[in-house]
């Protein structure tokens, strides 16, 4: 079950990092509330900021929500009229918010100027027409329970609490399932704006704002970092990473490529998408290298260690560990394709499939004047050594 939990992680550190700045916010109020009509100016240019910031990104949703902030913002502090009618429909004011933070959730990152941003502005009038019908829902069920005198159904109770239950409910699934920044950073806002809404933190509302806004242009910032710099199908640093890394070289240091046997006849039996499944499971094997290595997606079937200030003599055990853990590992594969009809009318027990696969290892020191792209191709010089001698080995 913790396996499937994949954006555990990436759910604790935002919401510790959200709670580290509020708490810390709370604590140095005398500081900052002195300064606090310079801060609600710097706001406005915050919200243009993130707003031009996540579209230029293709970070739609985020567009959107800070849209949204800026909106209700201007409303609460009378720059743009509308308060007292918010301040008549508090409970739709709250749903609505709800099920558009549901509706971002559901929906994936499209460019907002275009046909899908239309449609999202759409989706977004729709959660506000769902939150007035759902009020009306609930103003007919009450006066139904009190006609018939039902005392086991809290209508009160239901109004509110149970679209609160189901959004959050939803927000956490899909922030656990997997590791998604803006999930987690609607998950941090669901939590921060009930607490803030019940009077449960003491912040005025630009404070509020400007954290929040802020954590969304930060989380736009390293998102938009990890998809230049990690690759997408393993999750390990690619080959930009790799050449940035490369930099930070010092003089002494070993290249390794590493490379799956046989991945191509592999991919021609079973498919690609049993191909990439291979590839991410022998990534989290290569990911758990130690003695100071890091590991890089090259590119297709080939990866790269780089073990900063050793040899390659003083890295060869721990590449054969690497070479050995994947050898010894038994990859059960899903829904292998199936070539004939008799294949396809078998029992359920061929959807799973376990095999095993190899790599192969080759290894090069760092030789004096040499450039890094020179001891890569020792490194892939040493790799068709491995190859050649039979596969599954290290060699230097």
Sequence with gaps: MIQKLEGLKTTLWSGLAVSIVIVATLATQEYWIKNIHFIEQVLLGVFVVGILFSAQFTRSRFTL????????????????????????????LYL?????????????????????????????????VIAKLWLMSMEWLKSYVLETQIT?????????NLPLFMVALLVLFKSLRQPNL????????????????????SLPISIMFS???????????????YLA??????????????????????????????????????????????GDQVLKLVAAKLAEIKSGGRVFRYGGEEFTAIFPRKTANE?????????????????????PIRKT??????????????????????????????TFEQTIKQADQALYKAKKKGRNQVCQ
């Design 65 to 92: 929500l800070i849209s949204l902030c800026f909106c209700y913002y201007l409303v609460s502090k009378n720059i743009l009229q509308g308060q007292s009618f918010l301040d008549e429909n508090p409970q739709w």
């Design 211 to 225: 954290l929040l806004v802020v954590h969304y242009i930060i989380v736009v910032v390293i998102d938009s970092y």
């Design 315 to 335: 890295a060869l055990d721990e590449l054969e560990k690497l070479r050995k853990s994947v050898a010894d590992y038994d990859i059960v594969i899903r829904h």
């Design 152 to 160: 086991l159904v809290d209508v009160e109770l239901l109004v509110i």
């Design 341 to 370: 009809k008799k294949s396809r009318q078998g029992n359920q027990s061929d959807a799973l499939k376990t095999v095993s696969v190899t790599i192969s290892i080759g290894v090069a020191t760092r030789e004096p004047k040499n």
């Design 96 to 128: 609505s918010t709800l099920f558009i933070l549901a509706y971002l959730t559901l929906i994936k990152d499209r460019a907002i100027v275009s046909i899908h941003g239309l449609v999202r502005i759409f989706g977004i009038a729709s959660c506000i």
């Design 229 to 274: 710099y990690r690759d997408e199908l393993t999750h390990l640093p690619s080959r930009r990473a790799l050449n940035q890394y490369s930099l930070s070289l010092g003089r002494k240091y070993c290249v390794a490529m590493l490379d799956i046997d046989h991945f191509k006849k592999f991919n021609d039996n079973y498919g690609h998408d049993i």
């Design 182 to 201: 803006f999930v987690a950073s609607l998950l941090t806002t669901l939590i921060v704006g009930n607490l803030y809404f019940n009077d449960q933190v």
